[in-house]
């Protein structure tokens, strides 16, 4: 029986190019706005073990996306057809030819 007794490796630091590639292939900024927090963790996770060498920026693309999304909390809405507007929305009327 064999016994790794390698010391752990340490965690590089992130590096601007590995976080460009991760963003520009595996976590878009159209999906990891889209998806919901719960599924954007798992798949950061799944990114760690099929992709180790992004486990360093992997973290701080969640991060990122958990403070957009706290500040932009309760500012955005969806109005539909019969919800009156908000009384600083522009009223937008087409020009009648």
Not at 20 to 49: F, H, S, Y
Not at 73 to 96: D, H, N, W, Y
Request: glycine residues 4%; proline residues 12%; charged residues 25%.
């Amino acid at each position: 029986m064999h016994l790794n007794t390698d010391p752990a490796v340490p965690m590089r630091k992130p590096c601007i190019r590995d976080l460009a590639t991760l963003t520009a292939t595996l976590l878009p900024p159209a999906l990891v706005q889209l998806t919901p927090l719960k599924q954007l963790r798992r798949r950061v996770r799944e990114i760690n073990a099929t992709h180790p060498h992004y486990q360093e920026e992997t973290p701080l693309v969640l991060a990122w996306e958990e403070q957009r999304r706290e500040r932009l909390r309760g500012e955005l809405t969806v109005a539909g057809r019969g919800a009156p507007a908000p009384a600083s929305a522009p009223q937008f009327r087409p020009a009648s030819a």
